[in-house]
């Protein structure tokens, strides 16, 4: 097929050349006849001079009629068929454009959803923490200012200020003598990202019926949330259709954001594609 078509193109190319080669030969016997140069001269003004003859009317007729009806028509019936089906296709094309336009809006909308699941998330766990902070004070001096309390503070400020710079990623399998950094560089150049990776490991003790997320840190908490923001990409590329990218959250954070998914879910009635949790 793809031969035939190679074919029927250069005799379309050959019909054309002869067409206006002709047109070119019988023009410029015109001009010379006329004394012109140019197509706009041969009009009936100087079609009627004395000098053009009636047999010379003739033959410059029959010579336009003949490349007309054997050369002119049958390229006009090969290419204006051809010419609507083009224009059909660029039709075509553009409303394919318009549907990936509306598919790629409406990722960008369930990601913005996404993302202010997670910010309502962390807006309230800041709300209970002040809310536990106040029930704290309320309390005698001695008690809220207990250097155990003091020490548990800290503690959990600091926890929580080290798990900002770290990724959670889940459905990576494990193999033998595995190299998680290699794995986890691998991931992220999938979404374009190549951050440096610190602390990459297994989180929790191996089991056989079940695969351990992969915890690694990163330099800065910007780069989180910018891998975090293009972690979506994974859904759309083979072999990693089921690797799941998620912040390293805290046990209340993760209670938190369980709740209010489950919340979702029920006054929305359908799949919020959420990331799975621990």
């Known amino acids: 097929m ?8 250069t005799a379309n190319e050959r019909l054309l050349e002869f067409l206006l080669e002709e047109r070119k030969l019988l023009m410029n016997g015109i ?28 033959s410059w007729l029959e010579r336009m009629s003949s490349i007309l009806n054997s050369k002119a028509i049958p390229l006009l019936q090969i290419t204006v068929p051809k010419a609507a089906k083009c224009e059909s296709l660029e039709q075509e094309k553009i409303k394919n454009q318009s549907t990936i336009i509306q598919l ?17 998330a962390m807006k309230q766990t800041v709300k209970n923490e002040i809310t536990s902070y106040a029930s704290v004070v309320t309390k005698t001096c001695a ?12 503690k959990t400020v600091v926890e929580r200020d080290e798990k900002k710079r770290n990724i959670i990623v ?19 150049m999938e979404m374009h990202e190549k951050p440096t990776i610190k602390d990459c490991y297994r989180v929790g003790p191996r089991k056989a019926d079940a695969v351990r997320p992969i915890k690694f840190t990163l330099s800065s908490t910007d780069i989180v949330q910018q891998v975090l923001r293009k972690s979506h990409v994974l859904r759309s590329k083979e072999g990693y259709k089921k690797v799941y990218i998620c912040p390293d959250w805290t046990k209340e954070e993760r209670a938190a954001f369980k709740l209010l998914k489950v919340k979702k879910e029920k006054s929305t009635d359908c799949d919020s594609a959420l990331i799975p949790l621990l």
């Open 170 to 188: 889940y459905g990576v399998a494990e193999t033998p003598d595995e190299k998680l950094p290699d794995k986890v560089e691998g991931i992220l």
């Open 31 to 58: 001009h010379e006849e006329l004394g012109v140069t140019s197509y706009s001269e041969v009009n009936a003004t100087n079609l009627n001079k004395r000098g053009v003859t009636k047999e010379k009317l003739c």
């Open 104 to 120: 790629q809006e409406e990722v960008l909308k369930k990601k913005d959803e996404e993302m202010n699941v997670m910010k309502q």
């Open 2 to 9: 793809a031969k035939k078509g190679s074919m029927e193109k």
């Open 143 to 154: 008690t809220a200012l207990a250097p155990s309390n003091i020490g548990k503070a800290v």
